[in-house]
């Protein structure tokens, strides 16, 4: 497992933007296939986007496709979410984790704590 650390959430209108970060701890945080999830408030948690350990693959919810872009930087341990054209339906807590694919949650078996984005309308 890895240890995940979120951070870069915030406030802002509709229609900006926001770049969300997550640090790993541990020298396999390469290994690993990284996604982001998202839990708004009364619903489930849901998936946004994945990228595959060296950064050569990805795969988007319907719902971000074209406005979300994750990146990676291994050297780095960090993964990023770049948020733009946010909407007040992209309100959520964002949550990073390691070693999925896809939008199957029990794929992934490290979670970071969570990052609170809120976008006003």
């Known amino acids: 497992q890895v240890q995940l650390v979120e951070s870069g959430g915030g406030l802002v209108q509709a229609g900006g933007s926001l770049r969300l970060s997550c640090a790993g701890a541990g020298r396999t945080f390469s290994n690993y296939n990284m996604g982001w999830f998202r839990q708004a408030p009364g619903k489930e948690r849901e998936f946004v986007a994945v990228?595959?350990?060296?950064?050569?693959?990805?795969y988007y919810a319907t719902s971000v496709k074209g406005r979300f872009t994750i990146s990676r930087d291994n050297a780095k341990n960090t993964v990023y979410l770049q948020m733009n054209s946010l909407k007040p339906e992209d309100t959520a807590v964002y949550y990073c984790?390691?070693?999925?694919?896809?939008?199957?949650?029990?794929?992934?078996?490290?979670w970071g704590q969570g990052t609170q984005v809120t976008v006003s309308s």
């Open positions: 990228i595959n350990w060296s950064g050569g693959s990805t």
């Open positions: 984790a390691a070693g999925g694919w896809g939008p199957a949650e029990d794929e992934y078996d490290s």
